[in-house]
T-cell receptor, first 115, second 112 residues
């Protein structure tokens, strides 16, 4: 079992609709969670981080965290063709001062927004 | 003013050769990583360094040897390259105690 798992997709969503991306993690010690977006041929870029249970909204993006269920999701409202990319979920254990935090990624979900 | 920069961006080489990838960050971060991304986009951690010290080594073959001359640089040397080493290698950095990781532009390695 991978430490961080995502629905592999690909996921196709009509323009203007809501895209829903899901992620589960196995390490209950994970404290910080991230969503990265990666365009083809480019490097991952951070779009959302979440540390507490509940929702966190930033523009059209909402991250949701449920630590009891070990579940993280990303909602993209009013999807645009420019949102077409691979979305990577990542988890980090409790932040320490030792610098040994292992930032672990899921397998990614490829999202296509259909005009 | 690139925050995390890798060189080269592309690397095509024959099996059995030795090659190096360099990474530099100007963010003042304490921790640097090497990740390997396969054709299915899975980002697998290989190594992490904290203030020049090796912290994580994810059972990577001995042919891969990271080196950190100072906390702003983390290089990756690969000996006796194999076809299966073909992938995109990403360098990343983050500040100790803070969460966000920033990635370099990646090095696409093709072994023929």
């Amino acid at each position: 079992q991978k430490e961080v798992e995502q629905n592999s997709g690909p996921l196709s969503v009509p323009e203007g609709a809501i895209a829903s991306l899901n992620c589960t993690y196995s390490d209950r010690g994970s404290q910080s969670f991230f969503w990265y977006r990666q365009y083809s041929g480019k490097s991952p870029e951070l779009i959302m981080s979440i540390y507490s249970n509940g929702d966190k909204e930033d523009g059209r993006f909402t991250a949701q965290l449920n630590k009891a269920s070990q579940y993280v999701s990303l909602l993209i409202r009013d999807s645009q063709p420019s949102d077409s990319a691979t979305y990577l979920c990542a988890a980090l254990p409790l932040i320490s001062n030792f610098g040994n935090e292992k930032l672990t990624f899921g397998t990614g979900t490829r999202l296509t927004i259909i005009p | 003013d690139t925050a995390v920069s890798q060189t080269p961006k592309y690397l095509v080489t024959q099996m059995g050769n030795d090659k190096s990838i360099k990474c530099e960050q100007n963010l003042g971060h304490d921790t640097m990583y090497w990740y390997k991304q396969d054709s299915k986009k899975f980002l697998k951690i290989m190594f992490s360094y904290n203030n020049k010290e090796l912290i994580i080594n994810e059972t990577v073959p001995n042919r891969f040897s990271p080196k950190s001359p100072d906390k702003a640089h983390l290089n990756l040397h690969i000996n006796s390259l194999e076809l299966g080493d073909s992938a995109v290698y990403f360098c990343a950095s983050r500040r100790q105690g803070f969460s966000e990781a920033f990635f370099g532009q990646g090095t696409r390695l093709t072994v023929v």
